[in-house]
Nanobody, 118 residues
């Protein structure tokens, strides 16, 4: 059972990245998926969540209107499309699963570094 986030990298302010969260050993379809991030010296922040039941989504105020979470159950993968990136978006991004977006999340998978810098 494993979750792995990938797709990070170095991007200029205003640029875009799409992160992927791939699951292996279990079916992601039955779980809510959350994206989190943690910058050096800062607490982990919940970025976005997508439910398993109806695909409803929620976002942190800091990313609302810029990030879009989605899922492709056929590929057992979730995504985080990040547009209009800002330097303050720089962090390690992780994905995790839960029974719902309102319940505690389980162990996060391996993260991916996103660096926004000119």
């Amino acid at each position: 059972v494993q979750l792995q986030a990938y797709g990070g990298g170095l991007v200029q302010p205003g640029g875009s990245l799409r992160l992927s969260c791939a699951a292996s050993g279990f079916t992601l379809e039955y779980y809510a998926i959350g994206w989190f991030r943690q910058a050096p010296g800062k607490e982990r922040e919940g970025v976005s969540c997508i439910s398993s039941s109806d695909g409803s989504t929620n976002y942190a105020d800091s990313v609302k209107g810029r990030f879009t979470i989605s899922r492709d159950n056929a590929k057992n993968t979730a995504y985080l499309q990040m547009n209009s990136l800002k330097p303050e978006d720089t962090a390690v991004y992780y994905c995790a699963t839960s029974s719902s977006c309102l319940e505690p999340f389980g162990s996060r998978g391996q993260g991916t570094q996103v660096t926004v810098s000119s």
